[in-house]
């Protein structure tokens, strides 16, 4: 158990204050497309050389950023032989089969960028499935399904999306990714961060057959590059990727355990070298490994950008972790959390997540980010004056990794809700390893705070896909006494591991988080535990969290059956 939750399970015992979180422990292809055809007229396409370079897939296919004209396509081309560029074609589709093709790209695999291809398919349609595959000659990549999302402005009804955080790979199997890819009738998956973490065999996890290459810490970019490899050649995180578009976001282990803009817990200097060397080689590997568009080409360290679901839903992603971050305090009674000066994310990144808060015309606005954003304290300490209440929350707080801890922050993004009546705000959270569910106020103390106010928002955590919760009995504990002291903290389940489907209509959001019946065993991969499946509900204008409604129903007509899933058999 790594050392933050360690103390949050030591103080729930003995009742005093300490620090908590989770996720802790002790580019593209070389040339853009050769042709930009439109959806309806494929471009030529360059013959392949008589006798092709012999390589394989072994990563499969994803597909990622979603945009109502267009969708990243990536996959990694591994050579037979010598490591000269690659020439790859790319195929795009409306057909499983492939036969009625809207676009092709002619790329090249390079080392130069670790043989990773990614291609912009620009030019689709909206609201649309489509399917893709690369070729190097006649070697074939699985056939991989995407989609693009719905224009900005237009009448949408419904959305459905899965939430997942935290896979460390040698702590079992990646059973909730397969859950995941079972429910085939997903519009995307989001994922919040800790995609791979940075540990050597034994440090965090020891699950037999799943020691992490390279078999040491990752710090080179050769090494960044090595482990997520090794994660890409997981079948069941294949199969997630095959299905479905990913949005993601890198947390701290993508880099080192508590990174911050300049430094790292889990980084030495005087051993494991400059840490802006190894920030730039982390974040250069996750752009090479993962289907995430750039903000502008080259740029391998901004990750925060909008998404438009229709006139639904907009998707703002955050960077709570390497942009802006001052690095965490140690003490979590040391007012220096409340300074103004204080910052979680940069003053250019808060502009642009409240610029689009109020720029937003949707129905529901969510705010995709790495850190639990609602107050989390261990005990109720008075407050001397309004501006103290409104960071009260924060005098008592126990985790100084997450928004506790940039208290000034948070209350600017509260302060802009409440100020311009912004509504029907959710926030989606991963990195604690638990899941939650909270009431967002500026002060929710049970004494003296605004409970019987209107929430300015809700968040939703997600709880892990391996890394470890709360012991048995501790968490027990934890789901007891928490809610207890944090009235506004309406769910905590704090040791099993799952992901949330978030079922989005006009007139609710609801989480609803499905928990897997084990990682130990291959055979019970996807299996989910129903007896423990929690819902939890926010109707349109409210805020406030309803418990224990109905799961919501799979759609059967517009994804299930017209787009088959594809995620256990590859369709030829």
Not at 195 to 216: A, K, L, M, Q, T
Request: glycine share 6%; charged share 25%.
């Amino acid at each position: 158990m790594d050392r933050k939750r360690r103390r949050l399970v030591a103080a729930l015992g003995a009742g005093t204050a300490l620090s908590v979180t989770g996720c802790g422990g002790s580019g593209g292809s070389s040339a853009g497309p050769v042709n930009t055809p439109t959806p309806n007229q494929p471009g030529p396409v360059t013959p392949p050389p008589e006798e092709a370079p012999r390589v394989r897939f072994e990563h499969g296919v994803a597909s990622g950023d979603p945009l109502a004209d267009r969708v990243i396509l990536w996959t990694r081309v591994t050579p037979q032989g010598e490591d000269s560029d690659i020439a790859v074609t790319v195929t795009v589709a409306s057909d499983p089969a492939l036969n009625s093709v809207v676009a092709r790209y002619d790329v090249r695999a390079s080392a130069a960028h670790d043989f990773c291809v990614k291609v912009d398919a620009t030019g689709l349609q909206a609201d649309r499935w489509y399917y893709y595959r690369f070729a190097v000659g006649d070697q074939l990549s699985p056939i991989g399904r995407t989609r693009t999302f719905p224009a900005a402005g237009d009448f949408i009804d419904r959305a459905r999306f899965a939430v997942v955080s935290c896979a460390n790979y040698p702590y079992g199997f990646f059973s909730v990714y397969r859950a995941v890819a079972n429910h085939s009738d997903l519009d995307f998956v989001l994922h919040l961060g800790d995609y791979v973490y940075e540990y050597g065999p034994g440090e965090y996890g020891d699950f037999p057959e799943r020691d992490p290459n390279p078999p040491y810490e990752m710090i080179s970019l050769a090494d960044y590059r090595a482990r997520h490899a090794q994660y890409k050649t997981d079948e069941d995180l294949q199969a997630v990727h095959l299905q479905f578009p990913m949005i993601a976001v890198w947390d701290d282990h993508e880099s080192a355990d508590n990174s911050w803009r300049d430094g790292a817990a889990n980084h030495d200097p005087l051993t494991e070298g400059d840490w802006r060397t190894r920030k730039q080689a982390s974040e250069q590997a996750y752009f090479e490994w993962m289907p995430i568009r750039p903000r502008q080409s080259g740029d391998t360290s901004t990750i925060y950008r909008r998404f438009q679901f229709g006139d639904l839903m907009d998707l703002i992603m955050l960077d709570t972790r390497l942009e802006g971050r001052d690095e965490q305090l140690d003490l979590p009674l040391d007012p220096a959390r409340n300074s103004e000066d204080r910052h979680l994310i940069s003053a250019t990144q808060m502009d642009f997540l409240l610029d689009h808060l109020s720029q937003s015309s949707s129905q529901w606005r969510f705010i995709g980010q790495q850190v639990m954003f609602a107050q989390l304290n261990i005990a109720e300490l008075p407050s001397l004056d309004e501006r103290s209440a409104q960071l009260r929350g924060n005098l008592s707080a126990i985790n100084m990794d997450q928004w506790d801890g940039y208290a000034a922050d948070r209350l600017t993004i509260l302060n802009h809700l409440d100020d311009n009546r912004i509504d029907n705000v959710v926030i989606l959270t991963g990195d604690i390893h638990t899941s939650w569910a909270s009431e967002i106020y500026r002060n929710p103390s049970s004494l003296l705070g605004d409970l019987f106010e209107k929430p300015l928002a809700a968040e939703f955590v997600t709880p892990a896909v391996t890394s470890p919760g709360f012991p048995e009995g501790a968490a027990e504990v934890a789901g007891a006494l928490i809610p207890v002291v944090n009235p506004h903290i309406r769910y905590v389940e704090a040791k099993t591991r799952g992901f949330i489907l978030v079922d989005l209509t006009r007139e609710r959001a609801q989480g609803e988080f499905y928990y897997a019946q084990s990682i130990e065993s291959y055979d019970l991969r996807g299996q989910i535990d129903s007896s423990k499946t929690k819902v939890v509900t926010v109707n349109s204008g409210s805020s406030r969290i309803i418990e224990d409604r109905p799961v919501s129903r799979p759609r059967t007509l517009r994804t299930a059956l017209l787009h088959p899933r594809i995620n256990d058999e590859v369709v030829s």
